[in-house]
């Protein structure tokens, strides 16, 4: 840490909160969150201070991906919800729709699937029409049809599905891609729809590979019933 303290006496305040954030992500990807904690409200004071409007945003935005790591939902979404508001006033797409997707994903997460529709869909208005935001426009589409299926609104969940695999038809974004065939195969199963389910989990099995393993236990459960 020699160099950060040389860097706190050359007094580089609007640099410094950068580096604080910088230093701070670095302990986070390392799981020492106490560190990481610690940095992340030393980086947000001094952004405050000199009134750091885009930096002020990154941290708190990076704090509520501390708390999520950790399980304190709540203190996830109430700095999520800062960052969020602090994106949407500079116009920053990207972290705007990023940041709605990971408070819609907590939601999601807890089986709170209307409250995820609601942040799901601040991003998907946000960047439905911004081509530097295709890929997280195609995931949030996926996410609101997960979301439907969740609540069991069939229709409404195929038609989102449908429309994240029309975005994603050059198969850009390959994840993207097997998880919403993988979606459709088991919306069209539940519809009962067996030829069409079949092929959407077959799409997903084709183009899974050892990077996506983790999605194909679901993919064989749903073909299996399928087949059943």
Same mark, same amino acid.
């Given at each position: 840490?020699?160099?950060?303290? #040389?860097?706190?006496?050359?007094? %580089? ?15 986070? @990807? ?11 409200? %030393? ?12 930096? #002020? ?10 708390? &999520? ?16 508001? #602090?994106?949407? &006033? ?75 695999? @029309? ?7 390959? @994840? ?6 993988? &979606? ?18 077959? %799409? ?25």
């Amino acid at each position: 840490m020699l160099g950060l303290e #040389i860097f706190k006496k050359i007094n %580089e305040k609007k640099r410094l909160p950068g580096i604080l954030n910088l230093i701070g992500l670095y302990y986070f @990807r390392k799981n020492n969150y106490e560190k990481s904690i610690e940095l992340f409200i %030393e980086a947000l004071k001094k952004a405050e201070k000199i009134k750091d409007l885009s930096s #002020i945003a990154a941290i708190n935005a990076n704090i509520g991906n501390m708390y &999520s790591a950790i399980g304190d939902r709540e203190n996830a979404i109430k700095s999520y919800e800062k960052s969020v508001v #602090i994106f949407n &006033s500079l116009n920053d797409i990207r972290n705007a729709a990023v940041t709605n997707n990971n408070i819609g994903n907590l939601y999601f997460n807890n089986n709170e699937y209307n409250k995820a529709l609601e942040y799901y869909f601040n991003s998907y208005k946000i960047s439905k029409n911004e081509n530097s935001a295709i890929d997280l426009y195609i995931n949030t589409l996926h996410k609101i049809g997960e979301s439907y299926w969740g609540i069991k609104d069939l229709k409404k969940s195929k038609k989102y599905l449908l429309e994240s695999l @029309r975005k994603n038809k050059k198969y850009e974004y390959k @994840r993207a891609y097997i998880e919403t065939v993988s &979606s459709l195969g088991k919306v069209l199963l539940e519809e009962n729809d067996i030829q069409m389910s079949i092929k959407y989990y077959k %799409e997903a099995i084709k183009f899974s590979n050892k990077h996506f393993h983790h999605i194909l236990p679901e993919v064989y459960e749903g073909l299996a019933m399928a087949y059943h």
